[in-house]
Each structure stands twice: as C-alpha cells, then as structure tokens.
Nanobody, 118 residues
Framework: QVQLVESGGGLVQAGGSLRLTCAAS????????MGWYRQAPGKQRDLVAA???????NYADSVKGRFTISRDNAKNTVFLQMNSLKPEDTAVYYC????????????WGQGTQVTVSS
C-alpha cells in the first residue's frame, strides 16, 4: 500500500502563486506516473497534470503555460507549481499515483484545498 500526503494548499489572490507537494510513503510500488487532479464543488474530478519517472508530462489545456509539474524520484515526491492563478482554479487538489501515464490512478491523497479570490 502507498500513502500519498499533500501539502501546500491555501488561499491566494488572483494572479498569485502556490506550490503543492505530494510525498509518497514508499518506492518500489510500480507506480510510474504521479500527478494532480482537482475537483470543484458540483463538478467531476479532472486531471490537472501528470509526470512519469522519466519526466514525460501531460497537462490539462486550462493550465498549460501557468502550471508546472515536477518530481524528485529519489524522494518519491511530486510538485505542482501554480502561477497566474485564477478564481476558476479554486478546487480541492488531489495527488494521485498510477502505474502508467494515462491510466486511472491506483492511489489517491486526501486532498488539499486551493482557493483563489478575485
């Protein structure tokens, strides 16, 4: 079993920045892709960004050019740098781990709230 623990959410004004961090409890689980999903009230949970161990990335169109995902394989940690935040980025952000990029996540974090005020 792998536990994913997120940190870094909070309240920020529009145009501001936040950095989310997700630490996996262990390596060797077969999880190749890690990423971030988000869910706003009344909406479905959607992929924001994902990254493989090799550094291949995938972004939602709505965040391209504003968000950057990165990872430290040695520390089993993934980061999401969010710049130029907009009120529509407000959501609960979930860290996720999948066996392959594009596969449904096998593991989920508990979620961290990101609120962007206008």
């Amino acid at each position: 079993q792998v536990q994913l623990v997120e940190s870094g959410g909070g309240l920020v004004q529009a145009g501001g920045s936040l950095r989310l961090t997700c630490a996996a409890s262990r390596s060797g689980s077969g999880i190749n892709a890690m990423g971030w999903y988000r869910q706003a009230p009344g909406k479905q949970r959607d992929l924001v960004a994902a990254i493989t161990r090799g550094g291949t990335t995938n972004y939602a169109d709505s965040v391209k050019g504003r968000f950057t995902i990165s990872r430290d394989n040695a520390k089993n940690t993934v980061f999401l740098q969010m710049n130029s935040l907009k009120p529509e980025d407000t959501a609960v952000y979930y860290c996720a781990g999948a066996y392959y990029l594009g596969n449904p996540p096998r593991y989920w974090g508990q979620g961290t709230q990101v609120t962007v005020s206008s």
